[in-house]
């Protein structure tokens, strides 16, 4: 089945600690996003890239970076210098701007928790 | 520059009555619109998109929406709402130009309640 994949579904870690998120697409999309989503304020975009080996800056990128070594991974990495990284995240994929539409297409979410 | 406005962001209906949920865009050039739907503790999953086709966009359960240029509306509907449409939709718009282009817009979303 092709779809994406992000692991794990939740996560704990101390303040202060680094933690990264996966995500993985087998979509063979060239396009991927990470969103992070809280209470009443929809969907955020913290990163997105359109192509490996590139990548942007979304509206909320302070405190995460990310990596895109390989077209089918984005992995996440949520740093201590992020001052309340308990949030709902989101990954998401398209088949990137050449695309008529370039709807994106959501994997399950991790849910992090910092203690 | 493209955004999104979903009026409302609490709908409660009953069991078997209409549902709307209403969204607004502002777009420079001609839109594409997506409808999302969230269930709890999930990823978003696509309900329908327009694509400059047809104005009536029929997508999946049984929700369908409408384009209508004239009012910069994309208000998506189900003439019978049951109570697994309980869920948080999104409406977004496809993001174009130099800050946004590849991106997605999204409204804030709207909560739907369906009660017994």
């Known amino acids: 089945d092709g779809g994406i994949t992000q692991s794990p579904k939740y996560l704990f870690r101390k303040e202060g600690q680094n933690v990264t998120l996966s995500c993985e697409q087998n979509l063979n999309h060239d396009a991927m996003y990470w969103y992070r989503q809280d209470p009443g304020q929809g969907l955020r975009l913290i990163y997105y890239s359109q192509i490996v080996n590139d990548f942007q800056k979304g509206d909320i990128a302070e405190g995460y970076s990310v990596s895109r070594e390989k077209k089918e991974s984005f992995p996440l990495t949520v740093t201590s210098a992020q001052k309340n990284p308990t949030a709902f995240y989101l990954c998401?994929?398209?088949?990137?701007?050449?695309?008529?539409?370039?709807?994106?297409?959501f994997g399950p979410g991790t849910r992090l928790t910092v203690l | 520059a493209q955004s999104v406005t979903q009026l409302g962001s609490h709908v409660s209906v009953s069991e078997g009555a209409l549902v709307l949920l209403r969204c607004n865009y502002s777009s420079s050039v001609p839109p594409y619109l997506f409808w999302y739907v969230q269930y709890p503790n999930q990823g978003l999953q696509l309900l329908l998109k327009?694509?400059?086709?047809?104005?009536l966009v029929k997508g999946i359960n049984g929700f369908e929406a409408e384009f209508k240029k004239s009012e910069t509306s994309f208000h998506l509907t189900k003439p019978s709402a049951h109570m697994s449409d309980a869920a948080e939709y999104f409406c977004?718009?496809?993001?174009?130009?130099?800050?946004?282009?590849?991106?997605?817009?999204f409204g804030q979303g709207t909560t739907l309640q369906v009660k017994p």
């Open positions: 327009y694509t400059s086709a047809a104005t």
């Open positions: 998401a994929s398209s088949m990137g701007q050449g695309a008529i539409a370039n709807e994106q297409f």
């Open positions: 977004a718009v496809r993001g174009f130009g130099s800050s946004n282009t590849g991106k997605l817009i």
